[in-house]
């Protein structure tokens, strides 16, 4: 089954063809993050625009370069939720326009579920039962995927999620937004011990964490650091706070291992793309006998192609929409009724 799946939810245009769930024949993406760049962060109106520009003609690249017709297409997927709203919008116009034209199912996919099933992608030996941490922009969760298309939120970040907080600082610090792939990259070269920062403890689930007081103290250094004239040492800052983001992330995730008694640990999401996470991540769950699933770095920021391979299973399941279908900026990973 070939699936021609669109993402839209943010800045980037991303269209893919994905064959059963699990080969990409192509991954189209026209990134807008250069031009939001100006602005220190994403401007929801020029993003909406910029989608619109892009998006058909990276649908008709996508069909040209893998040779296909729109014949050879049984269904069309879509980001329905969650994301800014102008920009979800148009992508899931387009593809109801797209599966009405050719007569195909449409299929919409949560963006969440997409980020987990980049890991079906990378890996064709993975499949559910297993954890999966998400670590994105907008969401930070530990996530029990029961099925393909079942799945229970262990715990979640109660504020702000950890790609925000990597952008925050990245931005207090002058780096290019987003910032997190500059804030990892100066973490490289820093000592992680030089500034003191915060931990959330557990609270009443101990699979929630917080950010914000991070997020916070963080800042809050920065500032006092420029007001009086004192030198920072920004490459040790970048490597303190982010190990505090894995201190807080990392605990919990093995906690959750333990408890549920998975043998399994995938990572999803943009922040996924952290070495620092990456590396305590995995020798944590591996010292627990957990097999850990990473997906390159391009799979983990935003794309169509995971788009792609959850609408399989959402398809198989039985999770279709018709022109009805609304686009969501906020909507539960779990799946409720459309
Ligand atoms: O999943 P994603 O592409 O978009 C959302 O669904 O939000 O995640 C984007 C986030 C941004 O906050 C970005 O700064 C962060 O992922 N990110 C990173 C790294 N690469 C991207 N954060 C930390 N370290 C990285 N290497
Ligand atoms: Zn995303």
Redesign the pocket.
């Known amino acids: 089954m070939i699936i021609l799946a669109v993402e839209s939810?943010?800045d980037?245009t991303a269209v893919a063809l994905v064959r059963d769930g699990r080969e990409v024949l192509t991954d189209k993406i026209a990134s807008q993050v250069e031009l939001h760049r100006i602005y220190g962060g994403v401007v929801p109106e020029i993003a909406s625009r910029m989608h619109i520009e892009a998006i058909y003609a990276l649908a008709d690249q996508a069909l040209e370069e893998t040779g296909l017709d729109r014949q050879d297409i049984d269904a069309v997927a879509v980001t329905y939720a969650p994301?800014l709203i102008g920009a979800v919008l148009v992508g899931v116009n387009f593809a109801k326009a797209a599966a009405l034209s050719m007569g195909k199912p449409l299929i919409p996919v949560h963006?969440?579920r997409g980020?987990i099933a980049a890991n079906y992608l990378a890996f064709s030996e993975l499949e559910p039962p297993f954890l999966c941490l998400v670590?994105?922009?907008?969401?930070t969760m530990i996530v029990d995927v029961e099925d393909y298309t079942r799945m229970q939120i262990l715990g979640t970040t109660l504020d702000d999620?950890?790609?925000?907080c990597?952008?925050k600082v990245?931005r207090v610090l002058g780096m290019p937004?987003?910032?997190?792939?500059a804030?990892?990259?100066a973490a490289q070269r820093g000592d992680d011990r030089k500034y003191a920062l915060p931990r959330s403890k557990p609270g009443a689930n101990p699979y929630d964490m917080s950010f914000s007081g991070l997020k916070t103290a963080a800042l809050n250094l920065i500032h006092h650091a420029d007001q009086v004239g004192e030198a920072l040492d920004v490459d040790s800052l970048c490597a303190s706070f982010?190990a505090a983001?894995s201190d807080t992330l990392v605990p919990r995730v093995v906690r959750a291992l333990e408890q549920t008694g998975r043998r399994r640990l995938a990572i999803?999401?943009?922040?996924?793309?952290?070495?620092?996470?990456r590396a305590d991540m995995l020798a944590a769950a591996e010292a627990l006998g957990a097999q850990v699933y990473m997906p390159p770095?391009k799979l983990?920021?935003?794309n169509a192609a995971m788009i792609g391979a959850q609408a399989y299973y959402e398809y198989q399941a039985g999770n279709l929409a018709d022109m009805s279908l609304n686009a969501y900026a906020t909507r539960s990973i779990l799946g409720e009724t459309l």
């Open positions: 939810s943010c980037e994301g963006h969440i980020h670590v994105s922009g907008g969401h999620a950890a790609g925000e990597f952008d990245g937004y987003p910032g997190g792939a804030v990892d990259k982010t983001v999803a999401g943009g922040v996924a793309a952290n070495s620092r996470i770095l983990c920021g935003d």
